[in-house]
């Protein structure tokens, strides 16, 4: 039986005396959320209630749990409100009292949905503070990285049953880029990679003599039939604990038990204490998942390359261990302190450990981070330590990072709590999938179909990283794997062939990782001169180019000469339609006629994409020009542009290097080719929907930086609601106004439609830019006529009321009114695909499609963001009084106002929009 609750009160730890001699114990005051029955803790049908009123809120009610021996070291780690999980617990009564105990079988698991990856696992062991190290700086490029995540992929082709030479050269031919920025040859790579390989070869050879291993990799074989039972091998499994708290990827599985691939030399008998406890931790994932380990396989694949004259020791590169007990809990002991350090958002010292910092590489590093952070270290400090307000400001947005973290790990938590179908409900999955087949692809990965059985609706979006599973996505067969193509039929692929029917959003971190090291960056590598700008100690420079740039638009030229001019940073505020990517080209243009690099950045592949068009089109040569960026990320008409990756190592590199204007979305600047680039300026668009952080991954590469934006539409997306909310572009503008101009001109609305967005948002200052878009109407376009609308839908801006229905997120009547209304727009000549339907819960957008034509764009406000439409109709699903605003911010009725071009009908229950002032006004001006 399992126990799991919240603790209740002060754990008492304490030693006493037993029939066996002293014994640690912690009683742990533990209100319940229910038991379980251990020999299926992973089946949630299984809970029951703990008794009488086991979820007292005032903890009176609390039981008592009893944590022996060293699980005491877990209870000094317990604060009153953390989670608690003990797994096979013994009952008792004592006194009329139900107690619990942890027996010899237990585990005790601090807030076990709080999922701690197993790398974090290996490097806390190592050093508590080189695990906080290496969250702040993350991985950097260099040559043992590289080639460490080459051989473990040439392992992978290995397993899948892959030519060795034939992986080798794919593999090193994929990372041409960073082998050509790291100066490396494929040549000597390919022998250094081979060495390596050897004793993979070695040792599979092996496996393959002396055991009935299946055909797992007979190259031979290709029908071989892969299940995860005994007997057979898979690479690179991804793993998840929803009892101990863990997940991570096990580089291969042999037999059921984990095999751990380490490029370097170990000449021990034994394999080294932390690269146990890697393999421990994947034999708990894997226990958790029906398995019984009691071994693991280190494989050091240096040791055959070792010439047994030069060194004394073992050579032999794979050695296995026996997992015991002790080095399981041990592992979940650990994993506990790191749960319980993140819950509290403390910074380790080194201290918890057992390390010793004079025979650490990160000795130098450690002593400065903790210098300028002030932090105290087992190590020491050295150097000054940064201002306070920069320390405040560090600490501040550290902690609103690691809360968004912990939004993420939520929702790997909702993979298992929430059932399937709510699962679909919320957009965060896709279920019930007919498996069609599969097919094996060259490299030994496979393509995986499977046929939707009905319509639905999704976060998911071709090119994401999903999990993909026979059932569940954590307790089935899974797999990461990535979508190709999303229509009736699903293709994903996958190292592995799972019969696919149902695929789950894969919650990532890479996000997160990579603003907390942008924020160090910024902070830590960051200029003086760029800080005190930064934190308003000093004013922003302007030299004045001297040169008019635009003739037909003020606003639009003052704000190229700020941004060609700007010595520190330029702001330009670009309401709706405004002409902000056509200012953005006509700088950046200005920029790379005076010689200068630039980095042209935004938050969307589709705004890289966008502003990129614009620059092309003010005749900048296309050679100066290369896009970073997956391939499915990056629009069709730009893959031309768009670098390969692969390929000869010096070409590559001459490639990026050679380029004036490098774009790429500001997730892509934090990556590692990315962070070794270096620009005079940075572009950022869509400066207003970036976190701080994340507008820093982009402009941490430049010398000086523009952010374009609109802080009147969409915020930053953070699932946390702290400090992230704000953007930079929206602080900036407060802090340094001088710095800032704004568009005022507007290309796209007829007059009528702007008004209220100008009035409301822009303080009047919004105007049209010409009088043909103050006056545009449906008529002219081609074949469309408004005479043969009903008079209501004649004007630019129309209300159409309807009594809702009750319920809170659909609203069938606004539905099949709009439906009609589109009816109403075709027969007067109207295209389809010039109608755009916005609704502001997913729940609606779904229900109206199921109601209108497919080629009409039917959306939330977010995915209409920086487009726009002849015409669009939008449903406020909202009935009686209204609870809150109704697109949660009337920075989002901006944006869904401000969509259309020439016709804007608003859809919706007159009674409740007018019990909201905002709203209110909107409806005056929409009836006039
Ligand atoms: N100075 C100008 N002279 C003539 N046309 C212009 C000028 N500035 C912008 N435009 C035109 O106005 C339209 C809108 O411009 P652009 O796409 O740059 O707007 P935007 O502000 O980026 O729009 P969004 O709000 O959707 O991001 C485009 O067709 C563009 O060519």
Redesign the pocket.
Known sequence: MNVRGTVAGEVDVRTVTTSYGESDLAEVPLRFDGLEDSASPTDASNRESGGASPNSVDGKDARTVTLWGKWTESAALLEPGIELLVTNVEEDEYQGETQYSTTGDSYVVVEPSFLVNVTAVRNWVECPRLYYLNKLSGVPLNYPVVKGTIVHEVFGDLLRGRDLEAAIDERIDERGLELGLLGETPEAVAEDVRDNAAAIEGWLEQGRLTEEDGAATAADNPERAFTPAEGSWRSEQLLISETFGIRGRADAVRRGAPVELKTGKNLRKDPRFKDKVQAACYALLLEEHGGDVDMGTLLYTKNSALDRNEETGDLTPAKEFTMGDGLLKFVVRVRNEIAAMEIAGDVPTGYEGDAKCEYCFEQDTCMVVSGRLDQESKAGQIGQSLPDEELEYFERLYRAIEEERREIHAEYAKLWEQDPQERADDDRAIVDLEFVERRELEGGRWELRARQRGASTSKLREGDLVLASDGHPVRGNSELARIERLDDVIVVTADEPVEVTRLDVYPSELTTDRLLVALHDALLKGSDRRKDVLFGRADPDFDDPGETF?D??DA?DEAVRKAVGAQDCALIH??????????IARAIRAMVERGERVLLSAFTNRAVD?ALE?LLEQGIETTDVVRVGSESGVREDMQAYRLDFAGDPEARVAELQNAQVVAATTATCGSRVMKEQSFDAALVDEAAQLTEPGTYAAINLANRFVLVG?HEQLPPVVQAENDLTESLFERLVEQSPDAGVM?DRQ??MNQRIQAFASREFYDGELRP?EPTVATRTLDDLEGVSRERLPTELRDPVSFVPVAGDDSQYTDDAEATRIADLIERYEAAGLERTDIGVIAPFRAQVSNISNHVPEDVAVDTVDRFQ???QEVIIVSFTATDTLEGPIFEDYRRINVALTRPKRALVLVGDPDALESDPLYGRMLEWARQ
């Open positions: 635009i037909n638009n639009q670009g309401p709706p339609g405004t002409g902000k990517t056509y200012t966008n614009a609109d568009l290309y796209r830019a920086g487009s726009s």
